[in-house]
């Protein structure tokens, strides 16, 4: 059983658009929400992350909006560009554990 | 600054056989821990170690056994390799009280046959 779901699978936009990742969770137990982005070959590297308390952060294009009540959480890259084309990870975790659960994962691809 | 290394970077396996990854951090990072990754499933965590002496299982520990005598090193052992851990493990480390700041070495694609 998945805690993190992540949609979608894949995803194709033209350069300039704005690709929308969508996560849900259902451990309320969760208190930290990162997402990672991955190239081929290489592994994941934190690109923005979101504590409950607040309902967005914006870090340069990068946006994750979070809605408590619903238990989703997503990210929008604003102007996307051929280099943003990766793989990306939600992830949820509680302090008191430290471990951190990985969504599924979406692979973007921006075409020029 | 070497981050967290890995070796080796790929390996074939015959089932039966046994081996180690190995994982070493040189940012005194109290946290690390030992992820693999397949197509369609993401990340899924094997086993985790909030300092040296302690580690404990995650989601999908079973053929799995890790130990964490330093700070630095964490190996991830495979006792009797099947072809059901062909994947791609990746080890992370952090500092503990930090906003989960993980660093991710650049993966072992191993393969077993």
């Known amino acids: 059983q998945q805690q993190v779901k992540q949609s979608p699978q894949s995803l194709i936009v033209q350069k300039g658009g704005i690709p929308i990742i969508n996560c849900a969770y259902e451990?309320?137990?969760?208190?930290?929400f990162p997402w990672y982005q991955q190239f081929p070959g290489k592994g994941p590297a934190l690109l923005i992350a979101?504590?409950?308390?607040?309902s967005e952060k914006k870090e340069g294009r990068f946006t994750i909006s979070f809605n408590k009540s619903a238990k989703q959480f997503s990210l929008h890259i604003m102007d996307s560009q051929p280099g943003d084309s990766a793989t990306y990870f939600c992830?949820?975790?509680?302090?008191?554990?430290?471990?951190?659960?990985f969504g599924s994962g979406t692979r973007l691809l921006v075409r020029p | 600054n070497a981050g967290v290394t890995q070796t080796p970077k790929f390996q074939v396996l015959k089932t039966g056989q046994s081996m180690t990854l190995q994982c070493a951090q040189d940012?005194?990072?109290?946290?690390m821990s030992w992820y693999r990754q397949d197509p369609g499933m993401g990340l899924r965590l094997i086993h985790y170690?909030?300092?040296?002496?302690?580690?404990d299982q995650g989601e999908v520990p079973n053929g799995y056994n890790v130990s964490r005598s330093t700070t630095e090193d964490f190996p991830l052992r495979l006792l009797s390799a099947a072809p059901s851990q062909t994947s791609v493990y990746f080890c992370?480390?952090?500092?503990?009280?930090?906003?989960?700041?993980?660093?991710f070495g650049s993966g072992t694609r191993l393969t077993v046959v």
């Open positions: 992370a480390s952090s500092a503990l009280g930090t906003d989960y700041g993980y660093t």
């Open positions: 451990n309320t137990a969760f208190d930290y």
């Open positions: 979101i504590r409950p308390d607040v």
């Open positions: 992830a949820a975790a509680m302090d008191s554990s430290y471990k951190l659960i």
């Open positions: 940012m005194n990072h109290e946290y």
């Open positions: 170690s909030v300092g040296a002496g302690i580690t």
